[in-house]
C-alpha cells in the first residue's frame, strides 16, 4: 500500500519527503510555515542585497536571471526590473524547445532585457538526452546540468557577482547571496543543489563518440574562478511569497503565452511549455514514484485552499500519469525520433524503470497496460 498525506495527495515514494506523527508531508507543513513568515522584512532583506549587488557593478550589469521564457522566469525579470535592478537574462536552451517556448523567451527579451541564449551542439545533445533517458531514467539530464552550469560559467566570464534565481525545492533557503562572507557557489553547493542523479558530466566521455570539447557547456566552473569573481546566489521564492499560479497571472498581463487547453498529463495551461521532451521527463517521475505532474499540482492547490481533497484525489486519478503520446501536441514518435528511439524501445526503457511495487501486475507478474498503454497506480482508489 501506498501512503499518502492527509492533507493533499503526495504519496510517500516522492524522494526527500517525510510523514509527521498526523501523517501530514513535510511539504504541507512547509507551506504551513510561510504564514509565520513577515514578507515586509523578506522584501527589505532582499532590497539590501540587491542594492550591494548593484552598487557594485561599474558599468557591468547588476545581476544574472536564468530564464527559461516560463512564467516564473517572466515574473523574476519582471520584479528584478521593478526593483531596480539592470539583469542580464541568460537562457540555456531546452532540450527540444517548442514553438511556443520560442514565442514566450521573445517576450521576455521585449520586456526591456538584454538576453543571452547559449545554445549548445543538438547532434550531442541529443545523444546526452538518450544516454540520460537509458542510463539514469531521465531524459533531461542534460537540462537539468545546463541549467546550472551556463549562467554560472557566464556569471566567470562576465564578472557578474549576482545569479537571481526563483523558486528552490527547499523552501526555507534564501541563498548564499544573504551571507556576509563564504558565501560562493562552490562546487560543493552544486553537488548539494543540483541534483545530478549519481551520473557525472566526466562519466559521459566515450559515450556515443562523446568527447571532451562537447561538454564545456555543462562543466561546472572550477572553484577558484567563481570565488575570484565572487559568484553567489539568490532564490526568490525565499524573499517574495511564490506561486506558480499568481506569477503566470502576472507574466500574462506582461504578454507571456499559455496554451489554449491544459497540458498533457497536468492541470493547468501555464507550465512547462517551453520542452517538447517534457512529457517523457514526467511520465518517468510517474514510473519510478508513482506520481506525475497533475499530483504536484493538485498538491499545491490543494495547500492554497483552491480546491478540496477530494476533487485533488479525482483529478489525480483521471490526469496522472498517461501513456506521453502527445504534449503540447507533438506527438511521441517524432520526439524520440530525433534522439534515436522507436516507441517499442521506448516501451522497454520505461519498463526497467518502472517501480513495479507501484503498478498493478498481472498473474505472471507482468505490467497490466490497457488500451492506450497506461498503466494502473495500486490503491489509486484509496489515496
Ligand atoms: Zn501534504
Given at each position: 500500500m501506498i501512503r499518502y498525506c492527509t492533507k493533499c495527495v503526495m504519496?510517500?515514494?516522492?524522494?526527500?519527503?517525510?510523514?509527521?506523527?498526523?501523517?501530514?508531508?513535510?511539504?504541507?507543513?512547509?507551506?504551513?510555515?510561510r504564514a509565520e513568515v513577515d514578507w515586509d522584512t523578506r522584501r527589505v532583506e532582499?532590497?539590501?542585497?540587491?542594492?550591494?549587488?548593484?552598487?557594485?557593478a561599474r558599468g557591468n550589469y547588476d545581476c544574472i536571471v536564468p530564464v527559461s521564457g516560463g512564467k516564473d522566469s517572466t515574473y523574476q525579470t519582471i520584479r528584478m526590473l521593478q526593483m531596480g535592478m539592470n539583469p542580464l537574462c541568460v537562457t540555456a536552451t531546452t532540450d527540444e524547445l517548442s514553438a511556443i517556448g520560442r514565442r514566450n523567451l521573445e517576450n521576455l527579451e521585449r520586456l526591456g532585457v538584454d538576453h543571452i541564449e547559449v545554445t549548445t551542439n543538438p547532434v550531442v545533445r541529443r545523444r546526452l538526452n538518450r544516454i540520460g533517458l537509458t542510463q539514469v531514467g531521465d531524459i533531461s539530464w542534460p537540462e537539468?546540468?545546463?541549467?546550472?552550469?551556463?549562467?554560472v560559467r557566464l556569471a566567470v566570464q562576465m564578472r557578474i557577482p549576482l545569479i537571481v534565481w526563483g523558486e528552490n525545492s527547499q523552501n526555507e533557503y534564501g541563498g548564499p547571496a544573504a551571507a556576509a562572507d563564504d558565501n560562493v557557489l562552490t562546487r560543493r553547493w552544486l553537488e548539494e543543489f543540483?541534483?545530478?542523479?549519481?551520473?557525472?558530466?566526466?562519466?559521459?566521455?566515450?559515450?556515443?563518440?562523446?568527447?571532451?570539447?562537447?561538454?564545456?557547456?555543462?562543466?561546472?566552473?572550477?572553484?577558484?574562478?567563481?570565488?575570484?569573481?565572487?559568484?553567489?546566489?539568490?532564490?526568490?521564492?525565499y524573499y517574495l511569497p511564490w506561486d506558480g499560479w499568481s506569477n503566470a497571472l502576472i507574466a500574462q498581463a506582461h504578454g507571456f503565452e499559455?496554451?489554449?487547453?491544459?497540458?498533457?498529463?497536468?492541470?493547468?495551461?501555464?507550465?512547462?511549455?517551453?520542452?517538447?521532451?517534457?512529457?517523457?521527463?514526467?511520465?518517468?517521475?510517474?514510473?519510478?514514484?508513482?506520481?506525475?505532474?497533475?499530483?504536484?499540482?493538485?498538491?499545491?492547490?490543494?495547500?492554497?485552499?483552491?480546491?478540496?481533497?477530494?476533487?485533488?484525489?479525482?483529478?489525480?486519478?483521471?490526469?496522472d500519469g498517461r501513456f506521453p503520446w502527445t504534449y503540447l501536441g507533438y506527438p511521441?514518435?517524432?520526439?524520440?525520433?530525433?534522439?534515436?528511439?522507436?516507441?517499442?524501445?521506448?516501451?522497454?526503457?520505461c519498463d526497467r524503470f518502472t517501480n513495479k511495487k507501484l503498478f498493478e501486475l498481472d498473474r505472471h507478474g507482468a505490467l497490466v497496460r490497457d488500451h492506450w498503454g497506461n498503466l494502473t497506480r495500486v490503491n489509486d482508489d484509496n489515496p
Open positions: 504519496p510517500e515514494t516522492k524522494p526527500d519527503i517525510y510523514f509527521d506523527e498526523h501523517g501530514v508531508c513535510s511539504a504541507c507543513v512547509h507551506y504551513e510555515r532582499l532590497q539590501q542585497i540587491l542594492d550591494r549587488y548593484r552598487s557594485q537539468h546540468v545546463a541549467i546550472f552550469t551556463v549562467p543540483g541534483g545530478l542523479l549519481g551520473m557525472r558530466v566526466s562519466d559521459l566521455v566515450g559515450q556515443e563518440g562523446i568527447e571532451p570539447h562537447h561538454l564545456i557547456q555543462y562543466t561546472y566552473p572550477d572553484d577558484e574562478s567563481l570565488s575570484e569573481v565572487g559568484v553567489t546566489g539568490l532564490f526568490l521564492g499559455t496554451m489554449p487547453t491544459p497540458v498533457e498529463g497536468s492541470l493547468v495551461n501555464y507550465e512547462n511549455l517551453d520542452n517538447v521532451q517534457t512529457g517523457i521527463h514526467d511520465y518517468f517521475k510517474f514510473l519510478k514514484f508513482g506520481f506525475g505532474r497533475a499530483t504536484d499540482l493538485a498538491c499545491m492547490q490543494v495547500r492554497r485552499g483552491r480546491i478540496t481533497r477530494s476533487d485533488a484525489i479525482d483529478l489525480v486519478r483521471r490526469l511521441i514518435e517524432g520526439t524520440l525520433e530525433r534522439i534515436g528511439m522507436t516507441v517499442e524501445e521506448f516501451i522497454t526503457v
